[in-house]
């Protein structure tokens, strides 16, 4: 266990915001995925799943805004590193007792930094384009526990949420 007291990384000696220096650190496999959902109604949600209705359209369209929301991570978060990434994925599904889209995406590079931050806003993005997308049925909707539910890769190693 140690007994070195946590820090802000992004925060120097005086307590001035700084982008971390990376540069001693060697390039290694990195990966993060990040977990969050999306609860509407049940006439938006029956409207979102109905057979050849918008869940393909909507889905598909979140995908593609979550992956392209974690390239471009670094214009988005000020402190983040343009990171080369190798490898962004999302997975939806749906819980119809809850009324929820159910979102997992995963970020994978080789670099000297994770990819947490890009999971997680792969995550949020594709929330916010499925809140888009359904929104005229339901002003209420809720999204909810964004959260890093794994990461793996440099100093700290592999860490879990579970």
């Not at 001035?16 to 060697?26: F, T």
């Not at 889905?59 to 590193?81: D, F, M, Q, S």
Request: net charge positive.
């Amino acid at each position: 266990m140690s007994t070195t007291a946590p820090t802000l990384s992004h925060l120097d000696e005086s307590g001035q915001v700084r982008m971390v220096d990376v540069i001693a650190k060697a390039d290694t496999e990195r990966v993060a995925v990040a977990a969050g959902s999306v609860r509407m109604n049940a006439q938006a949600y029956a409207l979102l799943t109905a057979p050849g209705r918008g869940k393909g359209e909507v889905l598909n369209t979140a995908r593609v805004a979550a992956i392209l929301a974690a390239k471009r991570c670094a214009e988005l978060i000020p402190l983040c590193h343009s990171l080369p990434l190798s490898f962004v994925g999302v997975e939806f599904s749906l819980d119809d007792g809850a009324c929820r889209v159910d979102i997992r995406a995963t970020c994978r590079t080789s670099y000297k930094t994770g990819v947490e931050m890009e999971a997680m806003t792969a995550c949020s993005v594709a929330a916010l384009t499925i809140y888009d997308m359904v929104k005229a049925a339901d002003k209420g909707i809720v999204i909810e526990q964004v959260r890093l539910k794994y990461k793996a890769g440099g100093k700290s190693g592999e860490w879990r949420n579970d």
